[in-house]
């Protein structure tokens, strides 16, 4: 759920843990994001081209883990935050039938910029961990 | 591959690096409402700047905004990505890789920064250069090279609006990968959840681990001095005997030391994941993992107790409780 309150660079301390997202992944999901990302690779949408590179289905593009981690985030911050910068790696694929729990905490502050850095993790129930990271994002000096 | 062979590869892919790869490029569609509200319902991201026009206006951002992680949506070729794409420098390094074997392609990491956010209306104009290609690495996919791919954005004022480095893995795949990925799938075609790994069984101590299954921690002892030892091992480190036969160990022991698994997380392994190196009461140590408490109640020294138990579907493993003894 989204918070529509932001929050101020104040409010927040190192080491402050976001709300956890649980997201299903379908086949819809990984399809309809790889298109509304514009990514149309084969192995996104094509199970047999996803098959012909070794694993069962299609799986999830990177586009979309890039979103993830950044809706995470703003869930988190609220409307007024700005993103400024995502670092991402990637790890296991996300196929239809895993979930994946996303989870992160504050790792860093600079009172200057007023720039938060925040690590993600998004880890699925089959393979363990699909993506890894920090979100840059900048938070008002007031709410 | 030979040293040739690899000098030769190596002198014909550093040389792309710095390539530009297509001439900017203005994206297909600039900055729009419906695409952002399409990406936005899909990835149930429910920010109002980026799909609510009365809250935006009213919001610190004065209007609808993109989310920022859209930057590169902006510069995708669409549908025609599905078809045959037409050759192009990047396209070309990778085929260079084709032809030695590294026919594997891994998207690894992306790094992107966002230098303001970007509103309907506005244009993105992307620039792609190869921007470095590492020493050769050997990987858990395979040997191979990583490749990165600096992309940077600019508006309809030439200003920059934010960049991303794109790191790809080509590698010749080892082919028990791609075993693995094939043939894990279940009935229904999900992939199984892994078991842990199994016990590596040889010559020497595959007695050892059957014992296990049956559920009986057993310590080798040497038939002419009757010195204890574990691992197995065909010989008496005392007298060089290889005569020998085994006692059972009671499981009552204490921690000599022990570390908890962080990361990465192995699928297969409950976390948290404790291991730890017991003295058996007999003498000898054994590597298990410590169960029952939480991790931060483990001590070096603390008095413990082992039961063997099935710990997943094909897996019996000794596993150490603290004292007081679980009465089962």
Known sequence: MMNTQTLAYGD???????PPLKIDITSGLITGAA???RDFTPVHHEKWAAQAGGLPDVFMNILTSNGFMGRFVTDWAGPDSTIKGVSLKLGAPNLPGFVMTVTGEVKAKDDYSGIVEVAVEGENNVWGTHMSGTVKIELPKEA | MTPEERKDLEEKIHAFVGREVSAPTRGLDDVNAPMIRHY???????NPVYTDAGFAEKSSKGGLIAPPTMLQVWSMEGYPMCQEPEMDVQRELHKVFDDSGFIGVLGTNTTSEY???LRPGDQVTTHC???SISEQKATARGIGYFIETLYTFTDQNDEEIGKLVFRVLKFIPNDSNEADASDDSGDDGMPETPSRIASPRGHDNAWWWEAVDNGAVLIQRCKSCKTLRHPPRPMCGECQSMEWDSIESSLDGEVFSFTQIH???FPGYPYPLVIGVISLSEGTRLIANIVGCEPEDVTIGMKVKGKVEQVDEKTMLP????LPVDKK
């Open chain 2, 115 to 117: 230098y303001r956010d």
């Open chain 2, 40 to 46: 936005c319902e899909v990835l149930g991201d429910e």
């Open chain 2, 263 to 265: 990361y990465p997380k």
């Open chain 1, 35 to 37: 298109i509304a990302t």
């Open chain 2, 319 to 322: 596993q150490f409780y603290p």
């Open chain 2, 129 to 131: 250069v190869i921007d």
């Open chain 1, 12 to 18: 927040v301390a190192v080491g402050d843990k976001l």
